[in-house]
């Protein structure tokens, strides 16, 4: 049993060196990016933008995507930070929308109220003679 190492399969073509040494190249890809887990935006998210707990559940979903980074399961830190970010977005929408409806609804309004109170001005500046009361 031949118990050397590293182990070279006896089947593959020999090389063309001259010291006869066969070499294994690896092709890599592009290094992927370390998964991301938005705890920053969490915290903030469950501070100040923490309405229907979504912030808490992002900071939840950041906690267990750093823990799974640390641990090396980056696939599952991904997931997890994906979901961090889901939840991140949609606190971050749920508490900016309805202020900014709010701001939008009162400066409609105001100017609507602009518009008939000119054209009220109108009806109150009319002279009336005596003879329209007979």
């Avoid at 890809?29 to 469950?46: E, K, M, N, Y």
Wanted: net charge neutral; glycine share 6%; charged share 20%.
């Amino acid at each position: 049993m031949d118990t050397s190492y590293p182990r070279e399969d006896p089947r593959a073509p020999t090389p063309n060196k001259a010291d006869g040494t066969a070499h294994t190249a690896l092709t890599l890809g592009a290094p992927l990016p370390p998964p991301r887990d938005h705890l920053i935006w969490s915290v903030f998210s469950t501070l100040y933008l923490n309405l229907c707990c979504l912030g808490f559940l992002a900071l939840a979903y950041s906690i267990k995507a750093r823990d799974q980074k640390v641990t090396g399961d980056l696939e599952a830190a991904r997931r997890l930070g994906s979901k961090a970010k889901c939840y991140n977005i949609l606190a971050t929408v749920w508490a900016l929308v309805p202020p900014l409806l709010l701001l939008v609804l009162a400066v409609t309004g105001a100017l609507h109220l602009s518009r008939l109170a000119q054209g009220s001005a109108a009806f109150f500046s009319t002279k009336f003679d005596d003879s329209d009361y007979d």
